[in-house]
Nanobody, 122 residues
């Protein structure tokens, strides 16, 4: 049974930092590109960042470039999202996803976590 478990969300003020973690189990971690999506209230789920199996290639959404960094530790089967200079518009539920394919839209993901809430106050 595959599980992706996110942690690290919380309530912070604008300008602060948070690090989200996604612990994976039940799958061969190195076979998957790992990534993060987020969903704000009333909005569609949107792509944030992804990282390939060896950690050598990453892609970030334009809205988070220069502020968010995705990484992974294959020995721990864990992916991370370091979020710096947080803004109120970053407020959302953040979801971890695993995918073996090349298409990174919500409907194409192989596995999802249940999400962790990030709230950024102004």
């Amino acid at each position: 049974q595959v599980q992706l478990v996110e942690s690290g969300g919380g309530l912070v003020q604008a300008g602060a930092s948070l690090r989200l973690s996604c612990a994976a189990s039940g799958l061969t971690f190195t076979r998957y590109t790992m990534g993060w999506f987020r969903q704000a209230p009333g909005m569609e789920r949107e792509f944030v960042a992804r990282i390939n199996w060896i950690g050598g290639t990453t892609y970030n959404a334009d809205s988070v470039k220069g502020r968010f960094t995705i990484s992974r530790d294959n020995a721990k089967s864990t992916a991370y999202l370091q979020m710096n200079s947080l803004k109120p518009e970053d407020t959302a539920v953040y979801y971890c996803a695993a995918n073996r394919g090349a298409v990174w839209v919500p409907s194409a993901m192989d596995y999802w976590g249940k999400g962790t809430l990030v709230t950024v106050s102004s």
